[in-house]
């Protein structure tokens, strides 16, 4: 798959970043949690693609907060480029379709 679809030995990383209000992050009490929007930039062979994230923020302590996602990110094959990638996995494995569509979530977790 990192070779048919990914070309990581040309591609070998992506990248996702995003600023965030770190000041309202930090004003959040202990044990409470917001749900916070972004709009982010996701990097993936040499091309980037904006993307709008749902963000739940928990305060852990007065020195860490964890961030997870509220929704999943969908991902798509053809706004991504990876369309022939996608077909080639397809016909390598035999198959009569793959979905063009994944959905991603996360869960992270910072500390000062």
Known sequence: MGK??????????????????????????????????????????????????????????????SVSSSEPLLLNADRLGLSNGIESLRAVAGLPSISKSVSVTFSLMFRK
């Open 4 to 65: 048919l679809l990914f070309e990581t030995k040309i591609y070998p990383s992506a990248f996702f970043k995003l600023e965030v209000d770190l000041e309202k992050i930090l004003l959040t009490e202990v044990g409470k949690s917001s749900e916070v929007e972004y709009r982010g930039m996701f990097g993936l062979k040499n091309k980037q693609f904006p993307l709008l994230v749902k963000l739940k923020v928990t305060r852990l302590n007065d020195q860490s907060f």
